[in-house]
C-alpha cells in the first residue's frame, strides 16, 4: 500500500517537469488533493515519505532553477540590446 501511494505522488510530482506547465495550478489542485496520502505515507513509512519530499524539493529546484536561468537571459538581451547600435557604430570603419 506505501508504495503505491508513493509511486501515484511519484507520478504526480513529475507532472510539474512538462513544458508549459502551470505548476501553481498542479500545486493547488492535484497536490493538495492527495496531502492526506502523504501524512499517511508520512505516519506509516517516514523513510518513502522523506525520499518523496526530496524529489519534490529537488524537482521544483530544478524548475525555478531553469525558469531563473531564461529570466536573467532574457534581462541581459534587454540590458545589452540598447548598447549594440552604438558599440558597433563607434567600431566601424571609417574612410582615412
Known sequence: MQTSIQES???KINALL???T???ILQQ???LKHAPSYD???RN???NATALRLHYQRLLAQVFSVYFTEYTNVLV?????PLLPPL???FSLRPV
Open 9 to 11: 505522488l511519484t507520478a
Open 18 to 20: 512538462k513544458p508549459n
Open 22 to 24: 502551470n505548476i501553481q
Open 29 to 31: 489542485s492535484l497536490l
Open 40 to 42: 499517511y505515507l508520512r
Open 45 to 47: 513509512s517516514e523513510i
Open 77 to 81: 538581451a534587454l540590458l545589452v540590446r
Open 88 to 90: 558597433i557604430r563607434s
